[in-house]
């Protein structure tokens, strides 16, 4: 059983920054893709960004250029560093790995206010 448990989310102004963190309970995690997904009220879960099991990241539209994800091996951790905030970003925000069955965060809330 793996575990994700994300952290850092919170309030802040437009043009702030954030940086959510997602400490991974299983090896598995050094051999699987990790990602950031969003999901507003009303609206869809949504992708934010992944980053490979090599490192190699892609991100949503909506972020690129603002957010950037990260991976530290050894403490087992995924980030994401969320800069220029827009109230848009407002959601909140779940932590992924990629399995054959995926494995979910419960979930931290981020609200950007204007």
């Known amino acids: 059983q793996v575990q994700l448990v994300e952290s850092g989310g919170g309030l802040v102004q437009a043009g702030g920054s954030l940086r959510l963190s997602c400490a991974a309970s299983s090896s598995l995690f050094s051999m699987r893709s990790m990602a950031w997904h969003r999901q507003a009220p009303g609206k869809q879960r949504e992708l934010v960004a992944l980053v490979t099991s090599g490192g190699s990241a892609n991100y949503g539209d909506s972020v690129k250029g603002r957010f950037t994800i990260s991976r530290d091996y050894a403490k087992k951790t995924v980030y994401l560093q969320m800069n220029s905030l827009k109230p848009e970003d407002t959601a909140v925000y779940y932590c992924?790995?990629?399995?054959?069955?995926?494995?979910w965060g419960q979930g931290t809330q981020v609200t950007v206010s204007s």
């Open positions: 992924n790995m990629k399995n054959s069955r995926d494995y």
